[in-house]
């Protein structure tokens, strides 16, 4: 299964006592997928949510504890105006 954490940013986390790290690394344990976004990279538009979600990688170290890859390059069905 995919799972999308909205969080705090990870370098903010004390994985000593952030419970939402241990709640990716049981995930990891269990074979799901993780994918990380920040709240402020979500936004509404035509009636959906979107964002830019990075699929996240706990590297089991304790210093750099995780590797965010780059978001998935798509194109947009709409163009945007400013």
């Excluded at 990716?24 to 709240?39: D, K, N, P, S």
């Excluded at 936004?43 to 995780?66: A, D, P």
Aim: proline share 5%.
């Amino acid at each position: 299964m995919k799972l999308l954490f909205i969080a705090d940013p990870l370098a903010s986390f004390k994985t000593h006592k952030d419970s939402t790290y241990a709640m990716m690394a049981e995930a990891v344990q269990r074979g799901h997928e993780l994918y990380f976004v920040v709240q402020e990279g979500l936004m509404w538009k035509g009636g959906h949510v979107v964002g830019e979600c990075c699929q996240l990688t706990l590297t089991g170290k304790q210093e750099l504890w995780f590797h965010l890859a780059p978001p998935p390059r798509r194109r947009s069905r709409t163009s945007m105006r400013c």
